[in-house]
């Protein structure tokens, strides 16, 4: 499995508090190790983001990405809170 980012995650994440951004760190060793952990509650999002899952870093914060399955990547798009991202 391969991880990439898009430009907006990575400067969403620069901006993130940096509890954030060692809580994410911590999640995505657990991702890789099994993206199904139920501590990330990985889950298909609907709507306008149905092409999407979710995984939880903490109380409030997600981040979203996509599953590139014929290239066996893992691509994350957007980092931020309930409200920055579902609103």
Not at 8 to 30: H, R, S, V, W, Y
Not at 48 to 73: C, M, P, T, V
Request: charged content about 30%; proline content about 5%; hydrophobic content about 35%.
């Amino acid at each position: 499995m391969q991880i990439e980012y898009s430009k907006k995650f990575i400067k969403e994440f620069k901006k993130c508090p940096p509890k954030i951004k060692i809580a994410f760190k911590d999640k995505l060793k657990t991702f890789i190790k099994d993206q199904f952990n139920p501590i990330l509650n990985n889950h298909p999002l609907t709507g306008k983001l149905k092409k999407y899952k979710s995984i939880n870093i903490n109380g409030d914060w997600r981040a979203i990405f996509q599953e590139i399955k014929e290239k066996d990547i893992i691509y994350f798009v957007a980092i931020g809170t309930h409200s920055q991202l579902y609103s």
